[in-house]
């Protein structure tokens, strides 16, 4: 059996009376991309906080690696390797597109401040490679030509693009996408399918997403995890969760056939 | 020469700068034009010109450091007066000559083996430096678990302490009666010298991956966070190295004083730097020094509205009015938010790029196309 890169179990978080993610299990196997889908408020977004360390759980581990993930600062979690996008945008706004990249990189700068104000040759040539690959991460994603752009300055689609440039220069080996593709048109969402596929297939990523856009989730996802009110109610392969009762019913609200029935009582 | 330009080379990293060679040359020209009007003044300028001047270079030095934590790493903090405080009195208490000390702590003596010290000034400075940011390394601990206007109230707090410790440990700091007779060694060139060296690290922090990180810390925590940058020990840097240069700016300025006390480190102090900086703009370390020399020299030459004059033309009779300076202070910093609300330069730097190009706009003959 191949040992799995993230596993999640029993994973719990309340705020006060609410529990926002309830006993969740999930487990991802190197080189998989999975979707993470739900209605509104299911408890996805606080899922990536959870395992990115930016809220704490009140029940549950987070595996990664074999190794637990329990009490680390977010920042040392991404040097484990899992980087994220943000659902409501977080680039660093007054800074350029690629000082958004360069930021990515500084958590695997391998110099001090001191060697960096100086500007020792190890600094000088690690900063002018960080330099070439923020340039090759911005080609990439197709942000080749607005390198010098202020982020904020961006187009929305482009910041989405920017905060995924930026989320792979810290070099992850997970990479969690918070609804990537959000207010994006049908051609940009169709780039981003082939950008996300590309990261899976050339960079070797390990891919967990969250989206709306269920053309899009179904098209590219492997496996499917979906959430309501906090809990898993179906998982499988994008069709098999399609066609799931506990799903249409979580969407589309419970009991579309019971009212036909009562109404053919009446 | 073309090592002198490396090491004046204050800009970020470069990419493709075709002008990076000329910038560097007229940096190094300007260093040596101002040294050069520094060297003539001193020998033949006023010297009441020139003791402004070591000011205006002091309160610059303060400023630059102060914009690192406030500015760039955008953690407002209100704790300044304490560092140079901290780096004035271990500078005095390192130089004073033991006769001097003696008959100056005449309520309490002074401590043992602080009493016995005399070191000359330049390892005292490095001395006061250090404990002031190991002074700011251990503040920092509590102070950095709030953000925000918290951070803003926590270190204000820390700030008055210090200075209430100043005026109560008296075997140490000899109390309310503060220190004097302090040699008067800063001159000129012990101040433009600070700035000069302050400006070199700061700006060569700033424009480095270092600088980056804090940026990032002062646009989005939390994303800095995620991206893998330890927001507590980046936070901590910027606070040290401005704390260093505080203190080794605040020893400079017993030694122009001659004379310190706890009264003249208080909340005004802070106030004081805080307005040179958002003057000037926050975040930008040229703004910082435009703030300073404007502050400095603007308060010398108001000077005259607190004696009491007459306006010209309608014959207004304007009585002496103390702390009249304050008030016009007040009223520019009200102009200056209503009508620049992001200070003189916002977060942009001057750079001879930028004044190449002002210029070349404005003569299309040495402009090109």
Known sequence: MRRSLLEIKGLSCSFGGLRAVDGLDLELEPGVLAGLIGPNGAGKTTCFNLITGRVKPTGGRVTFEGRDLAGLRPSRINHRGIARTFQNIRLFGDLSALENVLVGFHGGLRASFISAILRLPGYVRQERQMEKRAEELLELVGLGRLINEKAANLAYGSQRLLEIARALATGPKLLLLDEPAAGMNPQETATLSRLVLRLRDEMGLTILLIEHDMHFVMNICQSLTVLDQGRVIARGTPRAVQLDKAVIEAYLGAGIEMAQEEGGDA | MRLLGGIFDLGPLPRRSA???????????????????????????????????????????????????????????????????????????????????????????????????????????????????????????????????????????????????????????????????????????????????????????????????????????????????????????????????????????????????????????????????????????????????????????????????????????????????????????????????????????????????????????????
């Open chain 2, 19 to 369: 002008t990076r060679g000329r910038d560097n040359m007229l940096t190094v020209g300007f260093c040596l034009a101002v040294a050069w009007v520094l060297y003539w003044l001193d020998g033949h300028g006023d010297p009441y010109l020139v003791h402004m001047l070591t000011m205006a270079a002091l309160f610059a030095t303060l400023a630059v450091s102060y914009n690192l934590i406030n500015g760039v790493t955008g953690q407002l903090s209100l704790e300044p007066n304490a560092f140079v405080a901290c780096g004035a009195y271990v500078t005095a208490l390192l130089t004073l000559s033991p006769q001097e000390k003696m008959a100056s702590f005449i309520l309490e003596p002074l401590v043992w083996p602080l009493s016995e010290f005399c070191i000359p000034l330049l390892p005292a400075l490095l001395i006061a430096g250090s404990l002031t940011a190991l002074m700011a390394f251990l503040m920092g601990f509590p102070v950095f678990r709030v953000r925000g206007d918290y951070l803003a109230i926590v270190t204000l707090g820390f700030g008055e302490v210090i200075r209430v410790v100043a005026e109560n440990a008296q075997s140490v700091t000899n109390g309310p009666l503060g220190l004097k007779g302090i040699p008067r060694d800063t001159n000129i060139w012990w101040a433009w010298g600070l700035l000069g060296v302050t400006l070199f690290v700061i700006v060569r922090l700033v424009n480095s991956s270092y600088g980056r990180a804090l940026k990032a810390v002062r646009e989005d925590e939390t994303a800095a966070e995620a991206m893998g940058i330890n927001a507590f020990w980046h936070k901590m840097l910027a606070f040290c190295t401005s704390a260093f240069f505080e203190g080794v700016a605040g020893g400079l300025l017993a030694h122009l004083l001659t004379a310190i006390s706890p009264k003249q480190f208080d909340f005004l102090f802070t106030f004081t730097l805080l307005i040179i900086i958002v003057i000037g703009g926050l975040g930008s370390t040229t703004g910082a020094l435009l703030g300073a020399f404007l502050v400095t020299f603007g308060s010398e030459h108001l000077r005259f509205v607190e004696e009491g004059f007459t306006v010209p033309l309608i014959g207004l009779d304007i009585p002496a009015i103390p702390g009249m300076r304050m008030v016009i202070f007040s009223l520019l910093l009200v102009m200056i938010m209503i009508f620049m609300r992001r200070g003189l330069l916002g977060r942009h730097e001057f750079s001879w790029r930028w004044l190449a190009a002002v210029l070349g706009r404005r003569t299309p003959a040495g402009g090109g196309k």
